[in-house]
């Protein structure tokens, strides 16, 4: 069968190859991971080879800016802003900047059954949605043929999510010529985790503790550190509102390294080059370098690669304080700079034991 890509290590997933397709002989479809790749329709494709020459994977460090960034330390000026935010509340300063302009701001979701995608916010409501990390791969389908018709309309649009996503809307829009009034913000990325392991793992919380109302990852109910980053799973189910913790998907994925996309080992933007116009990402070890600056709400480490991103963040101001840094600190602190993620030698028999017994029995015996 005709293929995009040469082998699942080297598909993103970002979907930019069915935009791209002119003739949509390319549907994305989830395989038994979860994860959607391109499955190209044989019967209607007519070879012009327009989704390998736009593919990220293939085309390499081709999106990326060729200026090497700018490091800061940034952090929301409102307290209410940090503790509803992942890290230092980045995101809301630099999107409020483009909604003030009357533009819209595209980021991942919860949708009614708690899966991720990718929505578009036009005022602070909307984006308010957005805020927080959301250790899912989101589904951006939808948001290519949005971005371009706002993009069409005159609108000023930031585009936020991982640097493969990023360079998938890059791709489609340069293809568009419509990349003037694009933002782009990439994250750091540590890698991405499966959304069939996520549903399961819902369906496991349900089944335990009926109805859920709400969910967070990042929660700051412990002070912002790295280590307490892996234990700030916190959810709320109809029956008592109280907010409960189990961190067994954060587990699977940060410490036991089993859950995620198979690309993400071979990931090529985990450098300091970047696709995005700003990357935003936590200041791990900020109290290191500089104790004034520790917040136990959470502090942003931002590197800034392009004039509109000197621009977006210049206009931020009133709403963050931030800082020039030294590089060295966030290659220090950040493996997602220097290397891809190395995946547990239990990825495969997790995934066995999976396909055999389901995530329940893995939960269980994790207990
Ligand atoms: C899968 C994943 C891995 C990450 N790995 C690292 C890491 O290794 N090191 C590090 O320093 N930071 C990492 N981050 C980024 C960090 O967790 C914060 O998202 C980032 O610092 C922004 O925080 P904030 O306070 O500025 O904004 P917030 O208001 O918290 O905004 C969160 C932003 O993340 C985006 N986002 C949330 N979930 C997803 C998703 N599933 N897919 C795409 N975009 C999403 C939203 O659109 C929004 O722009 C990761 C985030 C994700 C989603």
Same mark, same amino acid.
């Not at 819209?104 to 995608?117: E, L």
């Given at each position: 069968m005709k293929q995009v890509f040469e082998s699942k290590e080297y598909c993103y997933g970002c979907g930019a190859c069915a935009k791209i397709c002119p003739v949509q002989a390319i549907k994305m479809k989830a395989d038994e991971e979860g994860f959607l790749y391109p499955q190209i329709d044989e019967k209607h494709c007519i070879d012009c080879g327009k989704c390998s020459e736009s593919c990220p994977f293939v085309v390499r460090n081709h999106y990326k800016n060729t200026k090497q960034p700018t490091y800061y330390a940034a952090k929301h000026r409102s307290e209410d802003v940090l503790v509803h935010s992942a890290s230092g509340g980045a995101f809301t300063a630099l999107s409020d900047v483009v909604l003030a302009e009357e533009g819209?701001?595209?980021? #991942?979701? *919860?949708?009614?059954?708690?899966?991720?995608?990718h929505r578009r916010a036009q005022n602070a409501a909307e984006r308010n949605r957005l805020r927080t990390s959301k250790y899912v791969q989101s589904d951006i389908t939808d948001s290519y043929r949005q971005i371009e018709h706002d993009l069409l309309q005159g609108k000023s649009v930031l585009f936020s999510g991982t640097p493969c996503q990023n360079a998938g809307i890059k791709a489609y829009i340069l293809s568009k010529n419509l990349e003037k009034n694009l933002y782009l913000c990439d994250l750091f990325c540590h890698s991405i985790p499966s959304p069939r392991i996520w549903q399961d793992f819902l369906q496991f919380l349900i089944q335990k503790h009926g109805a859920i109302t709400a969910i967070n990852f990042r929660s700051k109910n412990l002070p912002w550190s790295r280590p307490n980053c892996r234990k700030a799973f916190y959810f709320q189910t109809v029956a008592d509102q109280k907010e409960r913790v189990d961190n067994r998907f954060l587990r699977l994925f940060l410490e036991e390294g089993v859950i995620a996309r198979p690309c993400c080992e071979h990931c090529q933007f985990t450098d300091t080059k970047r696709v995005g116009d700003i990357t935003i990402g936590d200041y791990w070890g900020i109290e290191k370098y500089d104790v004034n600056w520790y917040d136990p709400l959470g502090v942003s480490l931002l590197l800034v690669s392009s004039e509109k991103g000197e621009? !977006? !963040?210049?206009?931020? #101001?009133?709403?963050? *304080?931030?800082e020039q840094r030294a590089k060295q600190e966030a290659l220090a602190e950040q493996p997602r700079l220097r290397e891809p993620i190395k995946f547990s030698p239990k990825r495969e028999k997790f995934?066995?034991?999976? $396909? $055999?017994?389901? !995530?329940? $029995?893995? !939960?269980?015996?994790?207990?």
């Open positions: 819209v701001v595209y980021g #991942a979701d *919860f949708d009614q059954d708690f899966s991720v995608c621009r !977006l !963040l210049e206009k931020s #101001a009133e709403q963050m *304080f931030y995934w066995q034991d999976y $396909q $055999q017994c389901g !995530l329940e $029995q893995i !939960l269980n015996e994790m207990k």
